[in-house]
Structures are given as C-alpha cells and as structure tokens.
C-alpha cells in the first residue's frame, strides 16, 4: 500500500473518496459535517495529499483530524469496511475461480458460472460500480472503482487464459504469480519479431499437416490440426529455456501432432518422415521395428541467443502416458551425469492427450515423483494438448473432474489454461510457466484448450459420434489464418509477409519430398551420443564371459568399512550385532550372507567407478530387515550410508526407498538406465509378485525396446520369489512371464542361488558392455537360510556359473533333478536325509538365455536313459516349466527322459493355506526322490486340494 495514503484510525481512504466523489456530485448527500471538510479542501484551507501519478483527486490527509460525528460517522466506518471486505473478496473469487468463465475453449462450449463472480452475489448494484475502492492486494498501487477492478479481474483471469493456483498453499508462490499476472493482467508484450515467429511456426505447423494429408491420403499421421499452436508453444519454451541455462531437454509425447513435432521442432528431416510413410526403408527395419509415430529421435537446437539446447524426444509405445516416468528417469539421468546437481541444466516436457492425462494412473504417479530427493529434477513442464475428445469419447464421460488437468492439482503447482487460437496468451503462459519453474523447480502444466478437426486418425470419421460438435469444428478457420487476420488489424504485418513465410515452407516440404523419392536417397542418421559408445547389444554370444571377482584383501576392506560408523552415530542395538557379523565376516571367522554379498558387489563397483543407484520400497532397510544399507541413529534418527564412505573417490551410492508406485519407480529407473550406461540401476520389488504393476514398462519397454527402436538397457530387477507359505501373492515374481517374453537374447532372467553367484552376476552385469536388463529372482527366506553362504574366496576369484552342477559320480547317477533357487535346498536336504547318493541335483542358475551346450555338456557322462527332471516350487503353468519343456521337449539331448515336477496347475499362484503349502512343498519331494515317475506330479496332487482363500 502507498504509505502516503494511510489512513490514521480505521477510517477507510476509498470510503472517504467515494463520499467525495458523492459529496462532487451532489453536496447534500453528504452528512453536513463532510460538506464543511470538502468544502474546506474545495477553498485550499486543508492541504491534500496527492500521490504524484494518483489518477484521482485524493482528498485526504492524514495530518488533518477528520470530521466525526459520533455514531453516524462510526456506522459509515463499519459500513466502508464491510464494503471493502466484499471486495476484497470478490477479487479472491475471481482468483479462485475466474478460470472457470475464462474464454479458454476456441469452441466456446457452453459452461456453467459460477455466482461468487458475480457482483451482485456481494450485494453491489449498477451504483456501486463507480465507488473507488482501495486495491492494494490487487497489485496496484491506485484506488479503483469496482468496474474497474472487475475489469481488471477480468482480463487477468477470464480471457484467454484461465489459471488455477489458490490451492498453492505457500504465500510467496501465490505473490509470486499475482504480482506476474495481475501486474500485467495477463497479456505479454509482443514484438513484432516474435509476432513474425508465432506465424511462422505457425505455418510450419499448418503446410505439415496439410502436405502429408495431400501426398499421403488416408495415412495414419494422427494431425495437430486444431491444435497447432502446440508448434509455437514449444518453440516458445525452448528458446525461454535456453536463455534460462538449460542445455538438455527430454521430451516424451504420445501420437497427436508427433511427426509434426518431429519435423518442425527436432528437426527430423520431412524427406525421411515421408520416406517413412511411403515404407521405402522397410527392409532396414531392425528387429521388428515399430510404427512411425512412435519412434524417437534427438537433435541440437540453436537459439535466437545463440545457445545450444540437446532435445531427445523418447521413442514411445502406444500406452499412453507411460513414457512419462521414463522420460523424467532420462533427464534425471542427464542431470546426474553432468553434476547437475541444482538441476538447472535439463528439462523435461511432457506432452499429453486431456483423455489420457485425466484418465491414467501413471501421471498421479509421475506428479508425485516429482518432489522426491531421489526422483525429482527441478520441475517437468506439461503440455496438455486438449482437444477435448478421446478417440470418440467426450470429457462427460472421460473423466470426473472439471478440467482434464485436477489430478495436477494434487501439487502445489499452478495450472494454466489456455485458448489455442489465441497463440499470444500462449506465448504469456510459456513465459510464466518456464519462468514459474526455473524460480521454484517445480512442476508446472499448460492446458493448451483447441479440438481435433479430422477424426482420431485420418481415416476416421468424428461425426458418426460427435456430429453436432464436428459442425462446429468444420467452420472454424485455422488458428494460423485466425492469428494472422489479427496481425493484419494491427498493421504489423502485411499479407505480403505472410504469403512469403507459407511459400517457402511449402517449397521446403516439396524439396524434402521430391528428394526422398531419390533412389539414392540416404536418410540422415543422427549421430550416437558418446555416452553409449562401446556398449552393444544383440545375441549374447558377442559378450565374453570372464573373471569378475575382486580381490580379497579389498572385499575385506570394504566389509570393514561398513562397521566402522562416525563417532557421533549410534546405531540400534541389533544394528550392533549386523556390524559385529559383518566385523567376523571381513576376519574370515563368518561366511558370507546375501546382503554382505550385496554389499560386496555395490562397494566393489562403486569404488571401481561405477554408480550405484537403487530404488525401491523400503530398500534402504530392505524389506526382509536384511539390507540395512541405511542406517538410522538411534538418538536423533539422522541416517548413515556406510556404502557412501568406502574411499574419497569412490563413484556415489544411491539408495533411495521409493514411493508406493511400481509402474512410475520402475518407468523412471528404466528411463534412467537409458542415459546411464555405466551405472548400475536396480530396481527392487517389494514382493516380487508387484511387478505385475509395471507390467506395461516391463512388456513394453524392458523386454522389446531393443528390438522395436534399437534402444539398450541394462537395469537389473531385484524380485523377492519363492514358496514359503506367506500365500498366493507373496510366494511368485511371475518367472514364467519373463521367460514367455524372452527371445532373441533381450532380457537376462536369472535365479541364483548363492550369495557368490548374486555378487558375480551383478558385477557382470556391469562389467560386461553387453548391455540387457537383469531379471534376478532374490530370496527371502534364504536371507538368513544357514546353508545359503558363500566364502570371501568365491567371490575374490571366479564368475558367475550359469549352471552349478553335482559333485556325485556319474555313473551311479539314477535320476537327475534340475532346479533353480531354493528348492534346491530342500531337495539337498531330502537327499542328504535318504541318503540317496544316486541323485544328483543340479542348478541352472541362469534361465535366459539358455546356454543348451552348457546343460549338455554338465549332463555329459550320466548314462544316456537317465531320467531328468525339472523340479519347481511353481504350479505346472508357472515356474520355469514351460520354458524348459520348450527347449528341450520330452527328450533332453536326445539322450534323457525329461519330465517335470511342479504343483499342480492353478489359477493363483500359491494357496493361502500354510498347511496346504507345506503339503504340496513335501508332495514335491516325495516325487523328486520317487524313483521312476516320469509323468510330472498328477499323482502327487493332494487329494481334495483345496486352496485356501485368495483375498
Ligand atoms: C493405455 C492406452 N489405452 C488405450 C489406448 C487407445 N487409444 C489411443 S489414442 C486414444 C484416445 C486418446 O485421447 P487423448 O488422450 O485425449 O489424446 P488425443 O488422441 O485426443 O490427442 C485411445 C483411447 C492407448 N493408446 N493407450
């Protein structure tokens, strides 16, 4: 508030005005005491106090005891004062919810208004319009008269664009974005330049879509048409990034306008875009390859300052929404990469459909990533490319809320809504939103409102479903020709120019496309970024296997430096003994257990160079209470990462306990291993049966990238499996899926059974330059199974053993058992119990890919007849079984009856029944040792086998 405005006591300096004002028109209508006061400053015997560039004559001053006459002029006080505070809170109604009678639609479909914008709904009449009110929560310092305000209020909240941020609940923010809009009601200077730009990009945007829908009739471009100012718009915001020092930018963006985004804003030639449309290069498709719209692509981007921005824009399946948490984990990725600690330098855009956006749960998980220490990256701009259509279904029956962006509202983030056709407000909304960003690293999202002028995709026909609003739709002009008419009125452009920019860029498309038709056309291939060179992929027989054991005394040195805490941590007293295990573990008094083997692994890397970055829920302790990589004082709670102290330059440990989300942590740490080659990313599953979850990122990303956009990963996925009476959905990581979706050597699914083998398979993982995800099947209650040990030895020579074969004499074999994981223990157990010397058990410990010449040459000297089985803890549709019998069918190599023991087929994975469980676990043995059955376990199932309750 102007101070030389201050009134002394609660007298109110608007209400004093407004009697003035009154007092100018008519003196009589003032109480006689205020006509002698003006009357007073009519003849200059009071002094006013004007404020230099007050548009109104301010009449009051302060100095001078103003007229009272008792209760009269009391009631008058309390009178202004309830006036005031109806104004004042018809200015935060219309910040609320001025959005909802904002023009932000181009269709102008009709919506409800709601009351508290209304004046009247404060009791003001037509009367009150010209009262002057004090403004000073309004960004101005004058006094206004409420149609003024209104008029304000209007222009900042309800024209083109409608802004929800009041349920930001920190002050600062809200002032922050106030002061931006009001102060300016909402409206960005725009110079003539950039007008020029607008229409350009623009243009771009139009000649596109209409030349592939020309050349290419009825092709399946999924257009930008009705929502073109998406080209601007992201035009706009990398060039307001780049000025703000950003330097990368991943972009993840679903089917609408893509092949417009990648020609106009990545700069992907339109030659090979259309070469992709006419299928000429279909014979060089790797792999299975995948549509065009889907593919990804990254170029360099010049600014007007001349600063270059990086733009990967993510290759993307057809599940909507799922790139999102992929391409977060790829920036983060960047960011890491190049210390980018204050995430300054990257930023990621995402791009959605209102359908998909409202509609599916990886963006509520997205959003919340986007705060946490372990995920965040300084804020990811939304683009919501708003149709307003679905396929064929409208937002009635789309989504539940008002807008398709509310589940935004979950983050104290503002949320602008745009109208399309008007590309300035487009321009103001970019500005404020990267601006918004770059000061409070925050999310933030514009709803960018147009329609879809053809059908979902070209070959589709809208009206059978929409016909009234497709009416509409077909005489709307385009929001080029719109902006550009209203260039015209404002002379700052002629037809001239405009006539120029369209010219050249149909020219352009025409070059491009006559070109690309060129039998010796070659299609310019981006060049890989450096940070993947000497990784491959492809079969697994490219990638040597060799030692990958680390030296002893420095295995011993990283146990120690684990127990030896900070003087000033105390740790919980059972922690205590965890150290002390460890303490007798590094003097070679203990064998290994699994975590120490972990351990061993993540420190020997790490102090080799390579990152460590685990995330998951509850990894930090781990959920078996195993783990303890996180250490939590027992005084005051501060935590401890010994694996972070192991020496000065070691490469950093990430730990970090994830949200309660599977598809978004495992999306984002899949995007992160994309731009990570040289760490090692693992994701841990809670129980391994959660990763049916993320099933879309494992089906769609982990398994076939490779193989549809030659993209490589080599994240490493930790799921806790095996039967151990805990129930149907605590027993099973679903092997069998991830071996039915194995071919062509793209996953690694392994099961080991030994904390040795653990500590190899993850240090070649990382050591080879084979780059492919790890499927690791991990224990539970072998964390802490007595047999389940390994020596410092193990682990300071050798490597991982795809197969772990018997010690028993061959010759006296009568029947093989082969197996994975822990049934092993107990078929080792029974043995050892019925001292049957003639079976021997042996591990495949590697289930994919599956070296045969490996298995037959460990089977090499058992006589030719010897029966083999598989032996699972799995029901027959579950498990390995499936895969082994389709490799080996019903005779392995030729030479030895294979057959298979497992529970019976089920529906569930495992029975709720503990009893059941230890029935079928012993019926599994009985058959393992039975000698002679060939015929699976159909004669084991138990009688009556009933499983217990599922819920
Ligand atoms: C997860 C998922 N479910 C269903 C589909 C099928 N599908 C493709 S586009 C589409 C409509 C998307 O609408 P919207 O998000 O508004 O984007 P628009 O196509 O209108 O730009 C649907 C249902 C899909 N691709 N992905």
């Given at each position: 508030m102007n101070e030389n405005l201050a009134l002394p006591g609660s007298l109110n300096l608007a209400f004093v005005e407004g009697l003035y004002e009154s007092y100018l028109q008519d003196p009589s209508s003032v109480p006689p005491d205020w006509q002698d006061y003006f009357q007073q400053i009519r003849n200059g015997d009071q002094p006013t106090l004007l404020a230099p560039d007050f548009p109104r004559t301010s009449i009051f001053n302060p100095a001078v005891s103003l007229p009272r006459t008792g209760r009269a002029v009391e009631a008058l006080e309390a009178q202004s004062a309830n006036l005031q505070d109806r104004v004042d809170q018809l200015i935060r109604a219309y910040r609320i919810c001025g959005h909802l009678i904002a023009q932000i639609d181009p269709l102008g479909l009709p919506r409800p208004v709601p009351p508290?914008?209304?004046p009247a709904h404060y009791g003001f009449t037509a009367e009150d319009m010209d009262r002057l009110f004090s403004c000073q929560t309004l960004h101005s310092r004058d006094f206004l008269t409420l149609r003024e305000i209104i008029q304000r209020l209007r222009n900042t909240y309800c024209r083109s664009i409608g802004v929800e941020y009041m349920h930001i609940d920190d002050l600062k923010i809200r002032g922050w974005l106030q002061e931006r809009m009001e102060g300016t009601e909402n409206r960005v200077e725009i110079t003539r330049k950039e007008q020029l730009r607008i229409l350009t990009r623009l243009t771009d945007a139009v000649t596109f879509e209409e030349f592939i829908r020309k050349k290419f009739i009825g092709a399946k471009s999924f257009s930008l048409e009705g929502s073109e100012s998406l080209i601007p718009l992201l035009d706009l915001a990398i060039e307001r990034a780049g000025d703000q020092g950003v330097q990368e930018i991943v972009l993840g963006m679903a089917h609408r306008g893509r092949l417009n985004v990648l020609s106009n804003i990545l700069g992907k030639s339109p030659g090979e875009i259309f070469r992709e449309f006419a299928e000429m290069d279909a014979v060089s498709y790797k792999g299975s390859g995948d549509v065009k719209y889907h593919k990804g692509y990254s170029n360099d981007w010049r600014t007007l300052s001349k600063k270059t921005v990086h733009i990967s824009l993510c290759f993307n399946p057809s599940h909507l929404e799922f790139v999102n948490p992929v391409a977060v984990g790829r920036l983060r990725a960047k960011q890491d990469r190049v210390g980018d600690g204050d995430r300054t330098k990257g930023l990621c855009i995402l791009i959605h459909g209102d359908a998909a956006f409202a509609g599916q749960g990886v963006v509520q998980e997205t959003l919340n990533l986007s705060q946490l220490r372990g995920y965040t990256v300084g804020g990811t701009l939304h683009i919501v490319v708003n149709n307003q259509i679905g396929f064929t279904t409208s937002p009635s029956d789309a989504r539940s809320s008002t807008y398709a962006t509310d589940v935004a509202k979950m983050l104290p983030i503002p949320i602008f809504h745009v109208n399309g056709e008007d590309p300035e407000a487009v321009a103001q909304v970019v500005r404020l939103a990267l601006d918004y960003r770059a000061t409070f690293k925050r999310d933030v999202v514009i709803d960018m409102y147009g329609y879809r002028r053809l059908g979902h995709n070209e070959a589709d026909e809208p009206s059978f479903t929409q016909p009234i609003l497709y009416k509409a739709i077909e005489k709307r002009k385009s929001v080029r020709e719109g902006y550009l008419e209203h260039l015209l009125k404002l002379g700052g452009v002629n037809e001239r120019d405009a006539k120029r920019i369209q010219t050249s860029r149909a020219e352009h498309f025409e070059k491009e496309f006559a070109e690309s038709k060129a039998a010796d056309y070659v299609p310019p291939t981006p060049v890989p970024r450096s940070t993947w060179k000497g990784y491959f992929g492809g079969p697994e027989a490219q990638a040597k296997d060799f030692p990958t054991g680390y030296p002893k005394d420095r295995l011993i040195q990283i146990l120690r430096t684990q127990t030896e805490l900070p003087p000033d941590f105390h740790p919980h007293p059972k922690i205590e003994k965890l150290l002390e295990h460890r303490r007798k573990m590094a003097a070679g008094e203990q064998p290994l257990d699994w975590s120490a083997a972990e351990s061993l692994a993540f420190g020997s890397l790490s102090v080799e160079g390579t990152r460590i970055r685990l995330s998951g829920q509850d990894v930090g302790r781990g959920t078996f209470s195993h783990r303890h990589a996180i250490l939590y004082d027992y005084q005051d709670g501060h935590t401890y990462v010994p694996l972070q102290h192991l020496s000065p330059d070691q490469a950093p440990v990430e730990i970090f306990n994830s949200p309660l989300s599977e598809v978004g942590v495992l999306g984002f740490e899949y995007g992160y291993s994309l731009d990570r080659p040289r760490a090692l990313v693992l994701w841990e599953a809670q129980f391994g049966d959660f990763t049916n979850v993320a099933q879309v990122i494992i089906d769609q990303f982990l398994a076939s990238s490779e193989d549809k956009w030659g993209r490589l990963s080599h994240l490493v996925l930790l799921l806790p499996h095996g039967y151990e009476g805990q129930g149907p959905e605590h027993?099973?990581?679903?092997l069998e899926r991830f071996l039915a979706m194995a071919a062509e050597d793209n996953i690694q699914v392994v099961y080991p059974s030994t904390p040795a083998q653990y500590f190899h398979i993850l240090r070649r993982q990382q050591m080879r330059n084979w780059r492919k995800p790890l499927v690791l099947m991990t224990p539970k209650s072998l964390l802490r199974h007595p047999d389940v040990t390994s020596t410092l030895e193990e682990c300071a020579t050798g490597m991982f053993q795809r197969i772990l074969p018997d010690e028993l004499k061959r010759q006296e074999v009568s029947r093989v058992l082969l197996c994975a994981g822990k049934i092993y223990y107990e078929l080792r157990k029974r043995r050892t119990q019925l001292k049957r010397e003639d079976v021997a058990i042996v591990r495949i410990e590697q289930l994919y890919p599956l070296r045969k010449e490996i298995i037959e040459k460990t089977l090499e000297g058992y006589k030719p007849g010897t029966p083999v089985f598989w032996v699972q803890e799995e029901p027959e549709n579950m498990g390995a079984w499936s895969h082994m019998r389709l490799n080996f069918g019903e005779k392995l190599f030729q030479k030895f009856p294979f057959s298979g023991i497992y529970r019976e087929a089920s529906a569930s994975p495992a029975t709720g029944s503990a009893i059941l469980h230890k029935k079928e676990q012993e019926q599994i043995l009985v058959q393992a040792f039975e000698q002679g059955t060939l015929a699976g376990v159909a004669s084991a199932v138990i009688e009556g086998d009933k499983r217990g309750p599922t819920a």
């Open positions: 508290e914008v209304d027993s099973s990581a679903r």
